[in-house]
């Protein structure tokens, strides 16, 4: 009787053995692709967004192509990057080398003397503009505030081309500088095309390369995201 019994018992150990082993390999397989299934909804629904903004940003108002020259500047867009840098010959012996940042800043500009209507908000550019003359170590560099109208400049630097020494005298705030002197640094820059013209064309070329940045990261993450 005991024998009889051994092999029965033995055949329904090995069966549930047989199911506590491909269970959980069933179990794993359905979760493994449910989850893929899930992964790929939500890469999906990306793409879709992604899709619909860049037709929304081409159709509603299409970048144009960025310009490279202005008043004798030459233009380096900088794809990619978050400012440009513009360049040009002066005289004989003069180069000026400027900077320019994307829109870094705003500040709030209230409508007439109606304090209760609606902000308009006035977008700063950062401008650091170099001059350097001739086999010159020396640099006489400008940071400036460029606004859609005008320039205003914050500080200004006599530095060398390598780079600035550990804890420079870098001058007294421009501000503090007397008034006939701050006219002439305005002078000096206004003639060599540092003037309230350039930051209005900066102003709309920074709004175009913000548009194109912009669709250009999108274009990026959307080939990210396609990508097997």
Not at 10 to 19: D, N, P, R, T, Y
Not at 78 to 91: A, D, S, T, V
Not at 95 to 116: H, L, N, Q, R, Y
Not at 177 to 205: M, P, V
Request: with cysteine.
């Amino acid at each position: 009787m005991a024998r009889r019994l051994v092999r029965p018992l033995g055949g329904m150990a090995k069966m549930v053995l047989l199911q506590q082993q491909t269970r959980p390999a069933i179990f794993n397989f359905t979760r493994n692709y449910i989850s893929e299934m899930r992964r790929e909804a939500f890469e999906e629904n990306i793409l879709r967004l992604l899709r619909y903004e860049i037709r929304y940003e081409l159709e509603r108002s299409p970048p144009s192509q960025p310009i490279t020259e202005f008043d004798s500047f030459i233009i380096d867009e900088r794809p990619g990057e978050q400012w440009i840098k513009l360049n040009k010959k002066f005289g004989e012996n003069e180069e000026i080398k400027v900077e320019v940042t994307m829109f870094d800043a705003s500040v709030p500009v209230k409508k007439g003397d109606d304090v209760s209507a609606a902000d308009d908000m006035q977008l700063h550019i950062t401008m650091i503009v170099n001059v350097v003359k001739g086999e010159s170590s020396d640099v006489l560099e400008f940071v400036c505030s460029a606004w859609p109208n005008s320039i205003e400049i914050r500080k200004v630097y006599m530095r060398g081309q390598n780079g600035i020494v550990d804890q420079p005298y870098v001058g007294p705030p421009f501000k503090e500088l007397d008034d006939e002197l701050q006219d002439s640094l305005y002078d000096f820059l206004e003639t060599r095309g540092i003037n309230d013209e350039l930051c209005g064309f900066l102003h709309q070329y920074m709004k175009n390369k913000d548009k194109l940045e912009f669709i250009r990261w999108m274009e990026k993450a959307k080939s990210f995201i396609e990508r097997k």
